[in-house]
């Protein structure tokens, strides 16, 4: 009986320990995430002021950024009119994004961890849908962009794993409480 126990404090010292990585890991490709979406916003305004404006994202006429940001599809998500207060740079949007994902993320609740994951999903879309205006559309190989792609389904990856860990800690819970109820009712 004993043995049990301590095997049991073992497993969910594991499953704590693995939280807590998950967690980490989560916080540092969203603050990736945000250093790419704050960077990208320093270059729009910069581009606002100054037509000329050569920021070091802008490789070559084919490796360029202010292509992409300045193309109808870098405000309001491409989807958002002129006249929308939604209008601001795809890079605002990733701001408030990536800051959200990253405060969600440092809390372990079922609540938290399926909003991040609803959150998570979108932007995966969003990047499916930017991934085909910049290749096919714009012909153009922003690698800011392409950089927001690789943090979003590395959140993605994460994220699963960090839900499958939180219904693994809750299921091996009740089945505790259950056979503890059988053994010794009170
Ligand atoms: C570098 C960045 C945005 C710039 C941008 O790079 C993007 C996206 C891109 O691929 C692209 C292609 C073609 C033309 C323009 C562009 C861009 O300009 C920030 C990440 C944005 C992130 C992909 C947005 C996630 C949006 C969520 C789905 C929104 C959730 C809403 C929240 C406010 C709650």
Same mark, same amino acid.
């Given at each position: 009986m004993r043995s049990t126990i301590s095997e049991q404090t073992k497993l969910d010292k594991k499953n704590q320990f693995s939280l807590w990585a998950y967690n980490q890991?989560?916080?540092?490709?969203?603050?990736?995430g945000l250093g790419l979406s704050l960077y990208s916003y320093t270059v729009e305004l910069?581009?606002?002021g100054n037509k000329n404006?050569?920021?070091?994202?802008?490789?070559?006429?084919?490796?360029?950024?202010?292509?992409?940001?300045g193309s109808s599809y870098g405000k309001g998500l491409g989807i958002f009119g002129e006249n929308s207060i939604?209008?601001?740079?795809?890079?605002f949007f990733g701001i408030v994004f990536y800051s959200m994902v990253a405060t969600l993320s440092l809390v372990n609740s079922p609540?938290?961890?399926?909003?991040? #994951? &609803?959150? !998570?999903?979108?932007?995966?879309f969003a990047s499916l849908y930017f991934m085909y205006v910049l290749y096919f559309i714009l012909k153009d190989l922003c #690698? &800011?962009? !392409?950089?927001?792609?690789i943090v979003n389904v590395t959140n993605l990856l994460l994220i699963t794993s960090k839900f499958k860990?939180?219904?693994?800690?809750?299921?091996?819970?009740?089945?505790?409480?259950?056979?503890?109820?059988?053994?010794k009712p009170e």
């Open positions: 890991l989560l916080v540092f490709f969203c603050l990736v910069a581009m606002e404006y050569k920021p070091y994202c802008d490789i070559s006429p084919h490796m360029s950024c202010t292509k992409a940001f939604f209008n601001k740079p795809n890079s609540i938290t961890v399926t909003a991040s #994951l &609803v959150l !998570i999903i979108s932007s995966n #690698l &800011v962009c !392409i950089g927001t792609y860990k939180i219904r693994e800690i809750n299921r091996t819970e009740l089945k505790r409480q259950k056979s503890n109820l059988k053994k």
